[in-house]
């Protein structure tokens, strides 16, 4: 939930905050699948829908839409909770690219020994 100190000058959570939230979800996702450490490297395709306002409670879906031999795109969506649960909207979506890496922080095969049918 954002909190006060979230808000830009038009009362709206700004964009910067939600993006955060977006890539910690899409890193966990990521993170499970390559079984170790990935980076964000990309994101494609980010679009705000609706703003975001104080009192909503947002929920952050990511899941894999594509995996590479060291990379995977994750598609995360933000709907955003109002009214006392009464509402849901989507407020924005995005497709996030992540590399799997080492521990020197270079690129790395994603697992391919990892269980696919795993709901992650």
Do not use: C, P, S, T
């Given at each position: 939930m954002p909190r006060p100190s979230?808000?830009?000058a038009n009362g709206?959570?700004?964009g910067g905050w939600v993006l955060s939230q977006m890539d910690i979800a899409g890193g966990i996702v990521a993170a499970r699948r390559a079984a170790g450490q990935v980076a964000t490297v990309a994101i494609d395709a980010?679009?705000?829908i609706e703003p975001i306002l104080l009192?909503?409670?947002i929920s952050v879906y990511a899941n894999?839409?594509?995996i590479g031999t060291s990379s995977m795109?994750?598609?995360i969506e933000v709907i955003a909770t109002r009214?006392?649960?009464k509402t849901h909207k989507k407020v924005t979506g995005a497709i996030f690219t992540f590399v799997a890496i080492d521990e020197h922080g270079r690129p790395?095969?994603?697992d391919a020994a990892y269980n696919t049918s795993r709901n992650v």
């Open positions: 979230d808000i830009n709206h959570i700004f980010m679009e705000f009192h909503d409670l894999i839409e594509k795109k994750i598609r009214d006392g649960g790395r095969a994603v």
